[in-house]
């Protein structure tokens, strides 16, 4: 009977073909260009279409597989349990095992330690790992003393007879973060470094959980590449290592075990589950190639740091909101380990209060949200399934690419690595600039009131000059930031007064428009609501002793009103008109020449204005 009905209802609404939505689409574009209007052309290089069907998954190769399943597109497991992470900086040994233990017990299962400290012993080793149960836990080390610090970690498993089950990492990359830091693999030579990680390979080759050499991809995105990019280089940079390994004597089976790929995960939230699900299934026909015994050996293991290229120290706490979306990404997609950066870790020493609110965004995606309890949940989609074919066949170019030049360590030192992230940065720059990306509470919708707290130093918000053939990490937002902290050091408060006329609905959206501009600069807005005439409004105006006045209107009011401002004004302040009306060569002919619209390049545009008035 329940069939009947429902074979009843399908003949009610019978299946709509593609052609039949796209005559709709077309006809509601009203001649409008269909590949303009609704086609994303992303930064990735390849394009998005405005919705996708079941048609769409048409040849696409790796659809069908299960997680578990080669080539672990789906996933790498049965289930989506991943490992909480959160790192601890190790100056002090027993404050860094008090901290670790407080970790632990307020729902943190996999503990970083970053150990900068030269000459690290086994006594505080010891002291570090005090009351904490190894094979309960995962831990993973880095610092300057890595390779050191692996002999004396091993060595205290092998001791106590917990090497066979601790689930340990090491962040040794001589490659990726050598390179991209030193512009060399590492010191006393390339050689000797690939000697000592095969070393130390071999040593740990019965332990199945111990991962000695960590492909740090998140350096790429960081600086400012894309996701593709990071996503190639991630690739070619493990397949160096294994190159590079088995030329020191490890089975390529081996070296394929004992790598951990990290990567940064941003806000463009179903790219990064793309990402994630692309980067598995290519790192399994890498590993692939090389004929291992058992598939196993072709299993990514990721783990995840939400981004900090996109964080932002004015209005911080929207960083909370960040990691939480990048987060989200990263469980959907199916991690391994994740590690959600404090809201406040771009301007100061994370606090106490930034580490629990991080941590508990993992928790609350756990117990409250339930995401640990569904693989893959992105699968079947199809626009996600489109994502991830497309950015495996960018991906998979670019690895190519760099193949042809020797691989990653050649390529890098070619310069071809460094030129392929500053271009990207670059056009990342410039969207930011002219809002074609969005930093909330940076270029866009800023706090109006907001001066930055002594907190903020001009350090925290001044990008690092690129020197050499070396990678620079910065973030997006600080040309605003460095602009805005510089008005709130100035000691001077400038004001932009919104001067609506005409238009009642064109002169309030205008002066909202308006108010976010000037904003983004930290200069003070006076909104208000409409002005019955010009005089009143320039009165108001000159009353507020602004040093901007923005006249907020509809086009057609603009060869009126706006003359009739600047007559008033008198040079008095600088008049800004706000859009691109059809008048403008008209009203440029009578002097006013400052205009600010969707088009403008807002940072440079408020540079100029800051300029203008002395600061």
Request: one cysteine or more; glycine letters at 6%.
């Amino acid at each position: 009977m329940a069939n009947t009905k429902r074979e009843k209802l399908f003949t009610e609404f019978p299946p709509v073909p593609t052609e039949k939505w796209e005559e709709v689409i077309t006809a509601d574009l009203k001649g409008a260009d269909y590949e303009r209007k609704l086609v994303w052309r992303t930064g990735e290089g390849f394009n998005v279409r405005p919705y996708y069907r079941a048609e769409n998954l048409e040849g696409i190769r790796f659809l069908g597989s299960q997680a578990g399943e080669f080539p672990y597109v789906r996933g790498t497991r049965s289930h989506n349990r991943w490992r909480v992470h959160q790192t601890v900086e190790v100056k002090c040994p027993r404050e860094a095992n008090a901290e670790a233990l407080k970790l632990l017990n307020s729902g943190v299962d996999s503990l970083g330690f970053s150990i900068a400290k030269e000459g690290f012993t086994a006594e505080e080793l010891d002291q570090l790992l005090a009351g904490i149960s190894i094979p309960a836990i995962e831990m993973v080390f880095c610092g300057a003393q890595t390779g050191s610090i692996a002999e004396l970690v091993i060595a205290k498993l092998e001791k106590e007879g917990t090497a066979s089950e601790a689930h340990v990492a090491f962040s040794i990359d001589p490659l990726v973060k050598g390179l991209s830091q030193k512009g060399d693999f590492c010191s006393p030579n390339g050689e000797k470094c690939f000697a000592k990680i095969a070393s130390l390979i071999e040593k740990t080759r019965e332990y199945k959980h111990i991962r000695i050499v960590t492909v740090s991809a998140g350096i790429f995105s960081n600086a400012g590449s894309t996701i593709v990019e990071e996503l190639a280089f991630a690739l070619s940079a493990g397949n160096d290592y294994i190159a590079r390994l088995t030329d020191a004597g490890v089975d390529a089976e081996l070296a394929a075990r004992k790598l951990r790929f990290s990567f940064s995960v941003t806000s463009n939230y179903f790219l990064e589950i793309a990402k994630f699900r692309a980067a598995r299934m290519l790192w399994a026909n890498i590993v692939k190639g090389y004929n291992p015994s058992k598939n196993c050996a072709c299993k990514m293991h990721i783990h995840a740091r939400t981004a900090d290229w996109n964080q932002t120290v004015y209005d911080p706490y929207v960083n909370m909101l960040r990691g939480t979306t990048e987060a989200m990404s990263a469980t959907i997609a199916g991690v391994h380990s994740l590690e959600v950066t404090p809201f406040d870790a771009a301007f100061e020493s994370p606090t106490e209060f930034s580490k629990r609110i991080a941590r508990n965004v993992e928790l609350l995606l756990k117990h409250e949200s339930h995401f640990d309890q569904v693989v893959d949940p992105a699968g079947g989609s199809y626009y996600v399934e489109n994502l991830t074919q497309s950015i495996a066949a960018e991906a998979w170019k670019l690895f190519l690419e760099i193949e042809e030049k020797g691989g990653y360590a050649e390529a890098y030192k070619a310069g071809f690595i460094k030129e392929r992230v500053e271009a990207s940065a670059a056009a990342k720059d410039k969207a930011i600039a002219t809002r074609r990306q969005t930093l909330l509470g940076a270029n866009q919708f800023p706090n109006f009131t907001e001066v930055a707290p002594k907190e903020i130093t001009a350090e925290a918000v001044t990008r690092p000059a690129a020197e050499g053939n070396v990678l620079t990490p910065y973030r997006g937002a600080m040309a605003f930031e460095a602009m805005r902290l510089h008005v709130d050091r100035s000691g001077k408060q400038p004001k932009a007064f919104m001067l609506t006329c005409g238009n009642l609905a064109m002169a309030r959206a205008r002066a909202q428009f308006s108010c976010n501009f000037f904003a983004c600069a930290g200069i003070r807005v006076q909104d208000n609501t409409f002005f019955k005439s010009i005089e009143e409004g320039v009165k108001a105006a000159l009353e507020s002793k602004a040093e901007i006045v923005v006249v907020c209107a509809s086009d057609d009011d603009y060869a009126e009103a706006a003359p009739k401002v600047k007559e008033l004004l008198a040079g008095k302040a600088i008049l800004v008109v706000a859009g691109a009306p059809a008048c403008a060569p008209e009203l440029e002919a009578q002097g006013i020449t400052n205009f600010i619209s969707v088009k403008s390049n807002v940072l440079e545009t408020l540079k100029f204005y800051l300029k203008e008035m002395g600061i």
